[in-house]
């Protein structure tokens, strides 16, 4: 479920970004009364507008929608991954401990050095 929904959530913001973008802003309706050629779209001069905003809207709630439902089963995974600075009292215990084996490491490495 959880692939689903963030292909569903590419797709939507893809054609939420196309919808955007394919939108005239407002002082473009001045423009078509002198021959900009909104009248011979597939919509009509006006139907567009209201189609696009619609559509729009109807995207960005659901992208939105979509959004919050993966943010919150991310919050909800059980996938435990262990971060140093969770077990800073271990990984403390071992860098103390290190110290006092350190000499006989580095007495066995010069009798390994050592030809024989």
């Keep these: 479920m959880y692939q689903a929904l963030l292909?569903?959530?590419?797709?939507?913001?893809i054609?939420?970004?196309?919808?955007?973008?394919?939108?005239?802003?407002?002082g473009a309706n001045a423009g078509a009364s002198f021959g900009?050629?909104?009248s011979g779209t597939v919509f009509g001069?006006?139907?567009?507008?209201?189609?696009?905003?619609?559509?729009?809207?109807l995207l960005a709630t659901t992208f939105f929608i979509i959004s919050l439902v993966?943010?919150?089963?991310?919050?909800?995974?059980?996938?435990?991954?262990?971060?140093t600075f969770d077990n800073l009292s271990e990984v403390a215990e071992k860098a103390v401990s290190k110290p006092a084996e350190a000499p006989a490491v580095l007495e066995q490495q010069k009798n390994s050095d050592i030809p024989q």
Excluded: C
């Design 45 to 57: 001069s006006v139907g567009a507008g209201n189609f696009l905003t619609r559509t729009t809207a």
């Design 15 to 26: 054609v939420l970004i196309g919808f955007i973008l394919i939108q005239q802003g407002k």
């Design 70 to 83: 993966i943010g919150n089963i991310n919050a909800h995974r059980n996938n435990v991954k262990v971060d």
């Design 36 to 38: 900009g050629g909104a």
């Design 7 to 13: 292909i569903i959530y590419l797709i939507v913001s």
